[in-house]
């Protein structure tokens, strides 16, 4: 049992289901964190630029 | 007075008269928002289902909105997958329907599931043998994805692309959208394929039930195709809906031809394996349970062997056959006609895969169930139309949706 997923169990079912959740979520939060944090390098870079 | 926020160009009907059809939508859609407090307060008594039929109206209208909200996962597999880059026209228009579906479905089943406030219920404590909790956990995700994909388009807003931030938010996201899109090309595989395996492995209910291929019962496999094979009809439908409400020509010949044309083979493929997996369970499946082909179409007044006919001939191979065609796909009429029939075909395979397995009886004492949804089921189904064409509306009027628009209406401007 994981602390953050109440009834885990560590059974074929269970790695495949939860894997493949936490796969899809991963792929989109780490895109989304690196579409984020490149907005805000650009936003920043981008401002400075122009006060020179 | 909205001027300010309407792409820059683009011609668009006065704010009083934009309002008053958000009104006479939004009253429907008020309507609906009843029907769904009164299951939300005073339970499913509300409905006509029972523990004999308890798939009914919603679910039919769950699994139809997210079979034709496939048309989004399957123009971005094509868009940024197979770069197909002709799609980019309609891509995001695309993705604002496959959001309005799917957002549909979710509401859909927090009103059917009676008490949302234990909707969390199926991820905290997931059945990992459910093809449902794989359906739900597809599901939201593809929402997820949906939602993602739709924030740029909604940060190109004119307003709110001079904010630095958002500007360069909507170019990054543009940049990793094929990441996003494989995802949900990933994600949209499993659930619709999961939904149609619900219906494959009811093992009490022969007309449902089929064989297949390890765990995925043939209704896997077909309701994913089916997705992508009526999906795209669904959107090339709402944008004509669009072009004749708004009297603008907004995406070009070419690019609906050309997703026609991809339909077209995915429909004909599509219907020539349903109609294999179709004789094979009415020439082996069928008589092995101890059944007759006749048992699931007659004995009653509304299941008839037409449902069958109407399915797959006339809403199946007849307009793939059109828009395979290169002559019947370019003409507007026929490609209209094929596209509509299209859309109904594959909300007839989900009422047929929802409905008609419920209905038909299974013990030898049973009789057929024609079940009549009541009016807060039928209110609460109008209600994701309503949301549908609101958002629609709002996201036509200011968001740049049709990169051609501006292109394909120079020449005669004129408000709508």
Redesign the interface.
Known sequence: MLPFI??WVW?I??I???G??WY??G??GA??T???A???Y??VK??QGSSH | MDAALIPEGAKRCSFPKFMLGIAIVGAVLLWGVYAMLLCWFKGLNQTNMNDYYGFALWIWADLAVIAVGGGAFFTGLLKYIFKIDELKNIINFAVIIGFICYSSALLILAIDIGQPLRGWFIF???N??SML??VA??LS?YF??LT?EFIPNILENRQLNKV???H??A???HG?MA??AA?GA??SF?HQGSLGGVAGVLYGRPFAVREGLLIWPWTFFLFTWSAAAFGPCFTLLVTRITEAVTGKKLVKDNVVNLLAKISGWMIFTYIIAKIIDTIYWANVTVPSLGYELSHFYTGNSLYGYWILVAEVIICGLIPGLLLINKSTRENPNLRLLAIVLGVIGVCLNRWVMVLQVMAVPVMSFDTWALYIPSWQEVATTILPVAYGIILIAVTYRYLPVFPQELELNQSKPQES
Request: net charge negative; proline share 2%; hydrophobic share 55%.
């Open positions: 109440f009834e059974d079912g269970h495949l289901f939860f493949g959740f899809a979520i792929i989109l895109g989304m690196y579409c984020i490149k907005a805000a650009d936003t981008e401002s | 905290w404590h997931a990992v043998h909790t794989e956990f597809c995700c997820a994805v993602i630095p931030f958002f360069h938010l170019h990054n996201m990793t990441i996003f995802t990933f994600l499993f």
